[in-house]
């Protein structure tokens, strides 16, 4: 942590994060500020890609790697915060325009988010400590490179992971808030908003593999919520590259729509802000000596800047959905965030 606190302090690229469920922290140090571009998925180190892929991932070289384990010096405590009301309008306005895009069939689902800004003078060691006490399920990175900004994030949502053929993905999506003691109870909507996401992905990633199994769905949590998710696993036919698979993952049904590029024109048009590396994806390339590729959709994440640190959520849009519970769980969403703050 005083690595991470210096190297911020001069400017120096660094990403240290945390696997789902594992104990042990990574660290990856560039010694210089140069900005590298991933070209074509072969080159080895750690990627941080924006939702406009095309507007260039950015890959960090590492020239030290640090391996530890969390001792933390806060402890992470459930508290209540305070969501505010603003931007709501503007939301209702966004879910209900897309409701409508559903309606005439230009659509079959689409994800809408919003940008909300909370201050702070918390130091990023301790926004990072908090990240790690609070959510040992998901994967919990910081990511700074002086040229592309300051982040962090606590996803439940794996992109893909590949290992010498072997594939896995999952399915990610609907949404309720976590009860203590009580089970999630799935309705009509959440199901089938679940199901479209598994035959999809079922349907873009068959011609390139040679085997492939959806599992079931099943509830799991993700902090202060649950999400119904489907394990994907296959083998890679011998002609399939990894740049190949995460073109047809990224961006997955879960943070973009169906079908993916009407979706995604819906959402660049009418969002009304950008999304950034929000909904991008990030992660190992190639990075350690099994070469494997491991990466994570940029969910439930924000960006610090100064004293400010925007948050970003969204939901996934369907026939069934009602605008005002839409917005309520976003508003469950960025307490993921500002829990953290
Ligand atoms: C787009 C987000 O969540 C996605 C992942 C899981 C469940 C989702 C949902 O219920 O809508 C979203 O698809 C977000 O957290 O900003």
Same mark, same amino acid.
């Given at each position: 942590?005083?690595?991470?606190?210096? &190297?911020?302090?001069?400017?120096?690229?660094?990403?240290?994060?945390?696997?789902?469920?594992?104990?042990?922290?990574?660290?990856?140090?560039?010694?210089?500020?140069? #900005?590298?571009?991933?070209?074509?998925?072969?080159? %080895?180190?750690?990627?941080?890609?924006?939702? !406009?892929?095309?507007?260039?991932?950015?890959?960090?070289?590492?020239?030290?790697?640090?391996? &530890?384990?969390?001792?933390?010096?806060?402890?992470?405590?459930?508290?209540?915060? *305070?969501?505010?009301?603003?931007?709501?309008?503007?939301?209702?306005?966004?879910?209900?325009?897309?409701?409508?895009?559903?309606?005439?069939? !230009? /659509?079959?689902?689409?994800?809408?988010?919003?940008?909300?800004?909370?201050?702070?003078?918390?130091?990023?060691?301790?926004?990072?400590?908090?990240?790690?006490?609070?959510?040992?399920?998901?994967? &919990?990175?910081?990511?700074?490179?002086?040229?592309?900004?300051?982040?962090?994030?606590?996803?439940?949502?794996?992109?893909? $992971?590949?290992?010498?053929?072997?594939?896995?993905?999952? %399915?990610?999506?609907? =949404?309720?808030?976590?009860?203590?003691?009580?089970?999630?109870?799935?309705?009509?909507?959440?199901?089938?908003?679940?199901?479209?996401? %598994?035959?999809?992905?079922?349907?873009?990633?068959?011609?390139?593999?040679?085997?492939?199994?959806?599992?079931?769905?099943?509830?799991?949590?993700?902090?202060?919520?649950?999400?119904?998710?489907?394990?994907?696993?296959?083998? #890679?036919? $011998?002609?399939?590259?990894?740049?190949?698979?995460?073109?047809? /993952?990224?961006?997955?049904?879960?943070? &973009?729509?169906?079908?993916?590029?009407?979706?995604?024109?819906?959402?660049?048009?009418?969002?009304?802000? $950008?999304?950034?590396?929000? =909904?991008?994806?990030?992660?190992?390339?190639?990075? @350690?000596?099994?070469?494997?590729?491991?990466?994570?959709? @940029?969910?439930?994440?924000?960006?610090?800047?100064?004293?400010?640190?925007?948050?970003?959520?969204?939901?996934?849009?369907?026939?069934?959905?009602?605008?005002?519970?839409?917005?309520?769980? =976003?508003?469950?969403?960025?307490?993921?965030?500002?829990?953290? *703050?």
């Amino acid at each position: 942590m005083e690595k991470v606190g210096l &190297c911020f302090q001069k400017g120096l690229p660094f990403c240290i994060y945390r696997k789902p469920k594992e104990e042990q922290i990574t660290a990856v140090f560039q010694a210089d500020d140069r #900005l590298h571009p991933v070209v074509d998925f072969t080159e %080895s180190g750690f990627v941080f890609a924006p939702f !406009r892929l095309e507007d260039g991932a950015v890959l960090l070289k590492p020239d030290q790697i640090y391996l &530890c384990k969390h001792t933390s010096s806060v402890h992470a405590k459930a508290e209540e915060v *305070l969501v505010t009301e603003a931007g709501k309008q503007a939301h209702l306005d966004l879910v209900q325009k897309g409701i409508q895009e559903i309606a005439v069939g !230009r /659509l079959g689902k689409v994800v809408l988010s919003r940008k909300l800004e909370k201050e702070t003078e918390k130091p990023i060691t301790e926004i990072f400590d908090k990240l790690l006490q609070s959510y040992p399920n998901a994967f &919990c990175y910081l990511f700074f490179h002086p040229k592309v900004g300051t982040w962090c994030g606590a996803t439940p949502e794996t992109l893909v $992971q590949i290992q010498n053929k072997t594939m896995r993905t999952m %399915s990610l999506a609907a =949404t309720l808030p976590f009860v203590q003691g009580e089970t999630p109870n799935w309705g009509q909507k959440e199901l089938e908003e679940q199901q479209m996401v %598994s035959d999809y992905i079922k349907e873009r990633l068959t011609p390139s593999m040679e085997t492939l199994d959806v599992a079931a769905a099943k509830s799991v949590r993700a902090g202060n919520l649950w999400h119904l998710r489907s394990e994907i696993k296959g083998v #890679l036919s $011998q002609e399939s590259s990894v740049k190949e698979i995460i073109s047809l /993952l990224h961006p997955t049904p879960a943070v &973009c729509g169906i079908p993916t590029q009407a979706a995604r024109t819906f959402i660049l048009e009418n969002e009304g802000y $950008q999304r950034t590396y929000y =909904t991008g994806f990030l992660g190992e390339l190639n990075l @350690n000596a099994k070469a494997e590729v491991s990466l994570f959709v @940029n969910l439930r994440c924000m960006e610090l800047q100064g004293s400010t640190a925007s948050i970003f959520v969204g939901g996934g849009i369907t026939q069934a959905s009602d605008p005002e519970r839409e917005w309520i769980e =976003t508003q469950n969403k960025s307490r993921t965030m500002l829990n953290i *703050l």
